[in-house]
Each structure stands twice: as structure tokens, then as C-alpha cells.
């Protein structure tokens, strides 16, 4: 088999498995780690985080209503 060119049903028979696996070692990681509380694992809040910074949009957030102390 060697120098023999791959056939197109044998690339993707490799590809399909290599998605395969890169998509479940995806899935495995993301069950491991702490939460905090937030549901999320400690990357996914960090890239939250890091997004809701850098955002120039306003998200819906409820406005905080100060009233002088009497």
C-alpha cells in the first residue's frame, strides 16, 4: 500500500474518524474540572468573562435605582 494514492472513501472514512474522536475528546473534557457554583466549567466562565469585558454592546441588565440616604 505504500505510494499507493488514497482512495476519496478512504479519506473520508479517516477524516469522519478523526472528527470523531477530536469531537468526543471535546465532550470528555468538558465533564472534568470545577463549576463554581456557576454550572459552567472554570475555561467556559473564563471565556464568558473575558467576552463580557471586550463587549461594546450593552447586554440586558437591570438598572440599579440610588436613592440618597435620608
Known sequence: MAGK??????????????????????????????????GKTSGAQLMEDLGDSLSLGKKNRTRIEYAPRP
Open 5 to 38: 494514492p488514497m482512495k476519496f472513501d478512504d479519506k473520508m472514512k479517516s477524516g469522519v474518524k478523526l472528527a470523531l474522536i477530536v469531537g468526543l475528546a471535546g465532550a470528555v473534557s468538558g465533564c472534568f474540572g470545577p463549576t463554581y457554583g456557576t
